[in-house]
């Protein structure tokens, strides 16, 4: 067998790769696309605060995953000019572990925790007189001789962000002076960041290159620049030699989209098995979510927080109080119309 011939593949510097990966993410709010309502209310808070040598009040950020909640609460500490602490909820195992980290925080820092829908109450019931008072109650000595001691702390602002803001708690949301729900992006934004991630990555990128993959990047930033990389990585290998960078054009997003089996919509793989598996399984539904789980072997989690947002935002996919239930366009864009069931037949549309 003749050896392969990879002359022609050419290998990037991969520490300089790294660099670019990294630096995909806005440091300025002028630099952040879409979402104009947070960033205009956001620029006055951070001014405000700035101008008075305080710490800004604490940052509640909604939204799905992918929308930029982390990148924004960089931003936020960016743009104050002060340090900027990260964790996440399942990180906290401890109310030690939320102490350790609000004792070594500087004066006006900020200080982000992910997935705060899932602190334990402990740490909560904490945080609620670090959020207030800039203090923390500390237990010394056990027993009967048990006493507790508040030990101040900097003042500092707290940006929590969830991607479930049913599951937070009244009091702690209550203690959020600023609250922010992200939306979906809509395709010239999409196309915007697209864009700007192919300069920073050294790739030239077609315009319509750009908005068909803004187009199937289920609205969120993320997934664009996911798909941007595996684009490059096409344009990589099939770079000609005339060309000075990797260039993308129409066709090799049409291409590698089809190789990622990621249609029109913005569908994956995953996606149009949970819509098969409603219609062939459970005759379109109703289905509970758990049911529905466990059919496509993903968490409920996984399945409520990434999948189905997208697919309710296509009219795709229903909530209703007997369960999950596909809509018509679901059938059609599967091809599945000869398995549609009638109003007689007891579907709910």
Known sequence: MADFD?????RPDLSVQDDKESSLRPKFL???????HIKDNLSVFIEAA????????HLFLIGPPGLGKTTLAQITAHELGVDFKVTSAPALDKPKDLAGIL?????RSVFFIDEIHRLKPAIEEMLYIAMEDYELDWIIGQGPTARTVRVPIPKFTLVGATTKAGAVSSPLISRFGIVQRFEFYNINELSDIVCRSASILAVDIDKDAA????????GTPR????VLRRMRDFAQFYKKESDAVPHITIGIVKSGLNKLQIDSLGLERYDREILR??????GGGPVGAETLAISIGESIDTLEDYYEPYLIQCGLLQRTPRGRVVTPKAYKHLGLEGKMKHEDEGLLF
């Open 223 to 226: 997934v664009a620049n996911r």
């Open 277 to 282: 598996s409603i219609i062939e399984n459970f």
């Open 50 to 57: 700035r101008e008075r040598g305080e710490a800004m009040d």
């Open 103 to 107: 004792s070594t925080i500087t004066e």
């Open 211 to 218: 908005e068909l993959i803004a187009s199937c990047s289920r």
């Open 6 to 10: 990879d002359s022609h593949i050419v």
């Open 30 to 36: 002028t630099e952040f696309q879409g979402q104009s």
